[in-house]
């Protein structure tokens, strides 16, 4: 990063000098491309994990480039609540390229691929030697993406019946990669459900403490009931077996 730091601040001082020759010269330049090629996409799966290893996330981004575009570099930021946690290559006009993540590090979560900071190159008509010139820009690109690094959940239900009464007890955990196994998982806005017909009707909606919730329900006829919870930022989707009572 440092060398293509210092190559951009060499490259930038040969233009200017070239420039200010071209107008001593007189020569005026044809109106160039602002930016030559704009990234206008990125293409990255989220990806739920189940162990602490590292994992390489492929990340594609599409272009569009203007008539006078002749070639472009990026360095593409990878960030997690704002700090750098990799970053991408795009060479020329399309990029295919892997992220390393590493989920017990890094952290799960939230994950964005850009802002990109572009140097390019473009063709200008130099009127005075009748002949195309080749100029140089630098720009930030803030076209982002963002994807998720999640922990696999998983959930459990049983029923206790007195009478009418029945106790339903779920259970959660997630996978923490920073932990090496799982651990209790706090879930929000998790349902306790019951199967009506084909459906599943929810009973009531709850936040789990200590991975754990509880519900009491009447009712004198036998049901199947689930624990469903939905996915978080940094947690899976999961839906617990039934069980019947």
Known sequence: MMQFSTLRRIRNTVVTLVAAG???LGTVPAHASERPIDITGYSVSSITVTDYNCRNVTVKASTKIK???EDA?????VTKRGGVVTWLSLDNRKISNRAFICPSSDGLGAYRVGPAEVS???SVWNSYWEDYDTEYVDYTDRTSKTFYVRGKAKSSITAKRSGRKVTLTAK???YAPDRYGYIKY???NAKFQ???GSKWKTLKTVNLKKGTAKLT???SRKKSYRLSIPTATWASSTNSHSVTK
């Open 22 to 24: 071209a107008l001593a």
């Open 67 to 69: 008539g006078d575009y």
């Open 73 to 77: 570099y990026a360095s593409i930021d």
């Open 120 to 122: 390019a190159t473009y």
């Open 172 to 174: 959660a955990q997630v």
């Open 186 to 188: 706090n879930a929000k």
């Open 194 to 196: 019951v199967k009506s």
């Open 217 to 219: 329900v009447t009712q």
